[in-house]
């Protein structure tokens, strides 16, 4: 299993699973854990305009930079963001990973407030400072 995943149970009919097994059967796919994962990754394409639209307001009353998907943020890529951008506000809906930051003066400059929706990947420094 991937570091960051987690184990979903779920309970399909009798006749939802004969049907997988009849398309595991004809080589459509290996298993029901294929097929579920394939059916999931689907609904999610069909689906990313809605997820890439995603409005903050609804978390915070406010505008946010909203990105989705795994992000790996390094000192240079935020000091990128405060010569670009200046003060951010971000929303992410994946995976933010932060270990990478030496300079967390920079980083707080940087982005202002952080809500990840998904997994947030960072010292115990960084963790607690977006946790207010």
Known sequence: ????SKRVFMTLSATELAQIDLLIDQGIVHSRTEFIQRAIKQEL??????IQTVNAETFH????????????????????RLRRNGASQLFIVGRLDLTQIRQEDNLFRAIKSL????KLV????IQAHYED
């Open 1 to 4: 299993m991937m570091q960051d």
């Open 45 to 50: 394409l069909a689906n990313r305009a809605i």
């Open 61 to 80: 009353g406010r505008s946010l930079e909203t990105l989705v998907g795994n992000y790996t943020y390094t000192d240079e890529d935020i000091n990128d």
């Open 115 to 118: 809500t990840v929706v998904g």
């Open 122 to 125: 960072a010292s115990a420094t």
